[in-house]
């Protein structure tokens, strides 16, 4: 255990306590406040692993604690915490993701949390590597596409391919630490009727932030003959440290084409 609020925390002078709201609305501002947006009571706070078992209304945060994490170095929060006998202290927090209890016991839902500083809240990162068009580029450094964007509907980046044999890929402008995580995710939607299906798409984790296609640590192929939009996932929790985040797409004739809606890590 690393911290915890007072609410349900019981006593003891070694632990420590935080200035949290649990609330749907925005709070007043206060330095090193920390806000969690939601509707259920929280009766517990910590930052900590996600437990197996907690009652409803149990809140718990996961992430680097101790000095900026070079991976998220922008995404570092000062959070204030106080020790029974009243002093205030300041520690370096990289949240990663923040979950409550809701419903029943063991049912754990992730929610948004922020914290204030110089009267702005700022947003406890998620998980989420794209969005819509968002890069979240404090995160992934941005993401290189080795062909071009493209708008078409909901869809804000597209990867095509137009040569027979060539590869196009996008990957993450810098390693992104997965070892808060489980599971990669991506939501997306191809059209390879141009070339009659003949085409091969990827997405996955690796080393090098190379144009290759076979230099992944875990990987998940796309089924290049749906036309709907499509969610999948790689199991990666055998998987820590940091890694780059890519995927890419090619035809064998003709044209195919990628395009991505949203990237995530659960």
């Avoid at 890419?248 to 990237?263: D, E, F, N, R």
């Amino acid at each position: 255990m690393i911290g915890r609020t007072n609410a349900g925390a019981g006593g003891g002078r070694s632990q420590l306590y935080y200035d949290v709201v649990c609330q749907t609305a925005e709070p007043a501002k206060k330095e090193g406040r920390i806000w969690v947006k939601s509707s259920v009571a929280m009766t517990h706070f910590e930052f900590t692993p996600v437990w197996d078992t907690a009652g409803v209304g149990f809140i718990a945060v996961q992430g680097e604690i101790g000095g900026a994490d070079p991976l998220t170095t922008n995404n570092v929060l000062d959070i204030f915490n106080t020790r029974v006998s009243g002093i205030v202290n300041r520690m370096k927090v990289t949240p990663y993701r923040c979950q409550q209890v809701q419903g029943s016991t063991g049912n754990w839902v992730d929610v948004d949390a922020y914290v204030c500083h110089s009267n702005t809240w700022v947003h406890f990162w998620n998980g989420t590597l794209f969005d819509y068009g968002d890069q979240y580029t404090t995160i992934t450094g941005g993401w290189t596409l080795s062909k071009f964007s493209v708008k078409d509907g909901a869809f804000d980046t597209g990867l095509t391919s137009q040569t027979s044999g060539k590869d196009v890929m996008a990957c993450t402008g810098k390693k992104v630490n997965v070892g808060p995580y489980k599971t990669l995710h991506i939501r997306c939607y191809s059209n390879y009727s141009n070339s009659g299906g003949r085409g091969s798409a990827r997405f996955g984790i690796c080393n090098t932030n190379g144009y290759s296609k076979d230099d992944y640590i875990a990987y998940k192929d796309i089924d290049t003959k749906s036309n709907t939009l499509t969610d999948y996932s790689i199991d990666i929790s055998s998987v820590s440290g940091p890694y780059y985040v890519k995927f890419y797409t090619s035809v064998a004739s003709m044209q195919g084409w990628l395009k991505i809606a949203k990237m995530w890590l659960t």
